[in-house]
Every structure is written in structure tokens, then in C-alpha cells.
């Protein structure tokens, strides 16, 4: 018989969400847990965007929006766009999705990533039978522009740069990532991923979006889901000129954007207070977390610089084994790999104070039981 899938799709690795408090606590008999492995807002969601969702509640029985009209000309506003150059998804994840649908074919074309990006972009260009380059990273875990450049070929159609990215939370700066897309062949469609845009403060960090005059082919990706603290209802953005955004638009699905996610959305983006407060707990957060951190260097803890809202905590153990001595104190970060460069490194979300002092507690107990004789 025929295989059912083709090889692509076979071999294919899915991409694995953090694991959920209850199925922890079920699992493990135990209770009270944490979750830090999730980019999650410890605040929770925008207080306007809860007022808007309870406002509309009862009009769940009607279709949403289509063409999410009045989010995209908040979105216009908000970026001084026209909202001919804005379309929605549901989340950010699914226009990255779009954008490798809409500009590249199967068989055909050709993408380049880095080693150390979101996983999502190499299993998105694999479920479409995209050949890809994947690039190493510079040894501090930063992307190597010039790698990817020299990674294009004839039959380049797109290449994705997350900044700052996941799960690293490194950054390019202004000035390269200028050069980076003033010399990229004009013919290649560059997808910038700033999911984690809000949280940066490095003074010489700047969006793509202000420099959309250096090249056509440029979409910038964002998303409600982190400072803005609506991960649940899976709501994000994409900008691009009016032509680009045209062809987006000819393979999204009809209301790909829920009815609840567009107001909520809408009111989250005026809500400047909370993005404000989330920003701020989030630096004093990572200021917290990199002290305790530093305290365990004689256990061989480290971490990287980040400008997100997490960390990458490196160890010299098995990230994966950590991960499991962790959920025993029901405490959830993200391991990230068995194999590879990120091997003995653990992704963990900048939560509370107090989420933060248990982290910090449950890794150096786990690090001296390891260290222990009887290990």
C-alpha cells in the first residue's frame, strides 16, 4: 500500500506545549505548582480587556468579523499604518504559518532560520515541504546575520529573524539589523518575529517597523499573547505593505480571528497602564532572578542576557533531567533538547517575586541533590 502522508509530514516533529498545571498536579499527586514554562503575563490579562470580553459576551451566537475591521484600524492608529498593510491570525503562529503558504511552494523554493530560533518556524517550513538551511548561532546565542545572508541561494524565498528571540532572548541591534535587510536580495520575503518587541529595553534595539523603507518584501509579526496578556484567546498581527498583505489575506481562513479576541484586543491596546506595569514588573522580575541565579555560579549556573520576558538558564546538567527533579517540586520551566547546543539549558518564564524565589529555591535543592555522593 501507498504510504498515507508523504515523508515530510511523517517525519515530522510536532511542536510541544508546556505542560499544564492540572495535568502536573494529576500526574505527580501534588499541588499548589507554578508554571514558568509558557512566556505567560503573571499579571493576567489587560483589566480593559476583560471588561471588553464580559461586554460582549453575549454575542457569542454571531460570526466575528471577517476582515476585523475595527482591530486593524486600531492597529493602523496605534502604528501610523494604513490598515491595508494589517492583517490578523490567530496568534502570531499562524501568520508565520500564512507567510510560508503565501510565498513559498512545495518542491520548489527554499527558506533559511537559525539553529537556536522558535521551533515552530523549522516545523512550519517542513509541514510544506519547504527545503530550509538551518544556521548556527554566534557563540553568545545572538543571531549570525551574516550566516544567514550567505545561507541564501537562487531559489530563496523567505527567511525568518525573531527579535528578540525565543528562546534565547537575544536581540539584533538597530544598525545590523538595518544593514541586514538594506542587503538581503530585494527578491526574498524577510519575516521579522517581534513577538517579544514590548519587553525591550536595550537603547540600541528598534522594530523593523521603522525601517520598512529599506526593503519591499518585509512583514513584521506581532502578538497580544505576552505583554499584553492574552495568550487564551490567541490573537496576533502582521504588517507589510498593501500587496503583500493582499496575497496573506487570499490564503487566511474566513474569521480566523474570534469575536471575543478582536474586542478584547482592541481595548488591551489603549490599556497603557498595563502595559506599563507589565514591563516594569517584568525588568525588576529578570533583576531578581539573574541575582539568585548568580549565586549559584559555583554550581555551574549561568545564564544569557535576555530582553524578553524569560531567561535561559544554563547549567552544566541535563536540562531534561532537571526539568523532570523540578516537576517533583512542582515547579514548570522548558527544557530544550536532549541534543544540541541548548542541550543543558532551561527556558524559564520571569514570573512573580515569589515565583521566582521558589524557581531559584527548587533549582539550587535539585543542583545540590545532583552534586550529592549518593546521586
Known amino acids: 500500500m501507498k504510504p498515507l502522508v508523504d515523508t515530510h509530514i511523517a517525519t515530522l516533529k510536532p511542536y510541544v506545549p508546556g505542560k499544564p498545571i492540572e495535568e502536573l498536579e494529576r500526574e505527580l499527586g501534588v499541588s499548589g505548582s507554578i508554571k514558568l514554562a509558557s512566556n505567560e503575563n503573571p499579571l493576567g490579562p489587560s483589566p480593559k480587556a476583560l471588561e471588553a470580553v464580559a461586554r460582549h459576551m453575549s454575542e457569542l451566537h454571531i460570526y466575528p468579523d471577517g476582515a476585523a475591521f475595527k482591530l486593524k484600524a486600531s492597529l493602523a492608529a496605534f502604528h501610523g499604518v494604513d490598515p491595508c498593510e494589517i492583517t490578523t491570525g490567530n496568534g502570531s503562529n499562524e501568520l508565520l504559518t500564512l507567510a510560508v503558504r503565501t510565498f513559498c511552494r512545495s518542491y520548489h523554493d527554499h527558506a533559511v532560520t537559525s539553529e537556536c530560533a522558535f521551533a515552530a518556524y523549522q516545523i512550519i517550513l517542513q509541514s510544506h515541504n519547504v527545503a530550509m538551511s538551518v544556521v548556527p548561532m554566534t557563540p553568545a546565542l545572538a543571531y549570525d546575520l551574516g550566516a544567514l545572508q550567505a545561507a541564501i541561494t537562487e531559489q530563496t524565498k523567505l527567511v525568518f529573524v525573531a527579535n528578540p528571540n525565543n528562546p534565547t532572548g537575544t536581540y539584533v541591534t538597530a544598525e545590523a539589523l538595518r544593514r541586514f535587510l538594506r542587503e538581503v536580495p530585494p527578491d526574498v520575503v524577510v519575516v521579522v518575529d517581534e ?11 528598534a522594530s523593523a517597523e ?5 526593503r519591499e518584501r518585509l512583514l513584521i509579526v506581532r502578538t497580544f499573547s505576552k505583554c499584553y496578556g492574552l495568550a487564551g ?37 489603549e490599556d497603557h497602564d498595563f502595559l506599563r506595569r507589565t514591563v516594569e514588573l517584568n525588568t525588576e522580575g529578570r533583576r531578581l532572578m539573574e ?8 554550581l555551574g549556573v549561568s545564564w544569557i ?15 531534561r533531567l532537571l526539568y523532570e527533579r523540578l ?5 514548570i520551566v522548558r527544557p ?11 527556558r524559564v518564564s520571569i514570573g512573580t517575586a515569589e515565583q521566582i524565589e521558589r524557581f531559584c529555591a527548587a533549582l539550587l535543592d535539585v543542583l545540590v541533590e545532583l552534586s550529592s555522593p549518593t546521586e
Open 195 to 205: 513577538a517579544y518587541h514590548e519587553y525591550v529595553t536595550a537603547e540600541d534595539y
Open 210 to 214: 521603522t525601517m520598512r523603507a529599506e
Open 233 to 269: 484567546l490567541r490573537v496576533g498581527y502582521m504588517i507589510g505593505t498593501p500587496e503583500m498583505i493582499d496575497m496573506v489575506n487570499r490564503v487566511r481562513e474566513p474569521f480566523n480571528c474570534n469575536l471575543l479576541a478582536q474586542r478584547a484586543a482592541c481595548a488591551a491596546l
Open 291 to 298: 541575582a539568585r541565579l548568580a549565586s549559584m555560579a559555583h
Open 305 to 319: 542576557p535576555s530582553q524578553t520576558n524569560f531567561l535561559l538558564v544554563r547549567t552544566q546538567r541535563d536540562g
Open 327 to 331: 516537576l517533583q517540586k512542582g515547579v
Open 336 to 346: 530544550l533538547g536532549a541534543v544540541g547546543p541548548l542541550a543543558c539549558d532551561l
